[in-house]
């Protein structure tokens, strides 16, 4: 490669990264105006797409230039139709990418990730301060955008399941409670998996209130019990498994630490911790969606990713002795630990 070629690929892979903010709104516009849904049984015109969205014509003409720019869709005599690419963006496909540009490109991430200098001066969440809420009241107060994160969420556990179930032996525990379990979909795809196994699924109770269709869903429901609260004050008793996934990557150490302790006071001396999050490698960078999604727990939370080491520290400060990280295939791993002495 001559000097002059490289310079042209530099500058080049470094205008798209650049770009990648706006182009994420463009697809996040797509998913949100169900651009891919209507495209699925072939083309459509311009003015017919403008018609069904109820959008400006000649403005959603030009989004859908940028579109054609990113190859998510062709421009054909018939009018636009999806490519392969495109098509990944459709609401009817598991992995709900739909879901995950929404959420990207919601106003809640985006003007939060407009502080991101400020997160990095201080070490502070953005969130609270450009929405003067926690971003878990913001979720609350906006269900539109609650509903899109849980549904999201869900998706993920869907995505992940396969890699989880068959990583972890669940046999031994007779009732699994979900801390912070969402909609319930991991909770739900583990007790299919172990019909003798009961649940408590708890998390704070509006989103609760939308688990029900997820646990029939899954043939569960008479096996699981849902209880409302705060992990903050106290959850349920009477498991032998106590389950987080993605819940202590959201929070800084100290609130993290007093989750785990409310967790150990409702355990008994032999029950086991299995927390579920990403391990980011001690020995060097982690990979992009690791360095991002810490970069997002940041700015949403002051929240973070940890490492090995960042884990046994928190389990020690918790009263918690972390007894072995149990890697899936997926970008999760399950971080196990047992009560050192019973609070
Ligand atoms: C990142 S989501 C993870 C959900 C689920 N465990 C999963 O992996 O799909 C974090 C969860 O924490 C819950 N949460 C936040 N603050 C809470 C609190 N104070 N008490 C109980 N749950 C809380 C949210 O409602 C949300 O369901």
Known sequence: MSPSDSDRSFPDQLSRMILGGRIAQVIAVAAELGIPDRLKDGPRTGDELAAATGTHAPSLHRLMQA???????????????????????????????????????????????????????????????VFGM?????????????????????????????????????????????VAGGHGQLLGAILQRYPALRGIL??????????????????????????????????????????????LHDWDDDPAVAILQTVSRAMTPDSTLLVIDRV????????????????????????????????????????????RIVKTASDVSIIEGVLVEHP
């Open 134 to 178: 926690q971003a878990w009241e913001y979720r609350e107060q906006n269900p539109d955008f609650g509903q899109l994160f849980d549904e999201w969420m869900t998706a993920g556990s869907v995505r992940r399941q396969d890699a989880i179930l068959p990583a972890y032996d669940f046999s031994r525990f007779h009732t699994v409670v979900d």
């Open 280 to 323: 980011l490698p001690s020995d060097g960078p982690p990979d992009l969606n690791a360095a991002v999604m810490d970069l997002h727990m940041l700015v949403s939370f002051a929240g973070k990713e940890r490492t090995e080491l960042e884990f046994h520290s928190l389990y020690d400060r918790a009263g918690f002795r972390l007894t």
């Open 202 to 247: 708890f998390d704070q109770p509006h989103v609760l209130a939308g688990a029900a269709g997820t646990l029939a869903g899954l043939g569960v429901q008479d096996r699981c019990t849902t209880i409302g609260g705060s992990f903050f004050d106290t959850v349920p008793t009477g498991g032998n498994a106590y389950l987080l996934k993605f819940i």
């Open 67 to 129: 579109l054609a720019a990113l190859d998510l869709v062709t421009t054909e005599a018939a009018g636009y139709a999806l490519t392969p690419l495109g098509s990944a963006l459709r609401s009817d496909r598991p992995e709900r990418l739909d879901l995950f540009a929404r959420f990207v490109g919601h106003d809640s991430s985006w003007r939060s990730w407009g502080h991101l200098l400020h997160c990095i001066r201080t070490g502070e969440a953005a969130f609270p301060d």
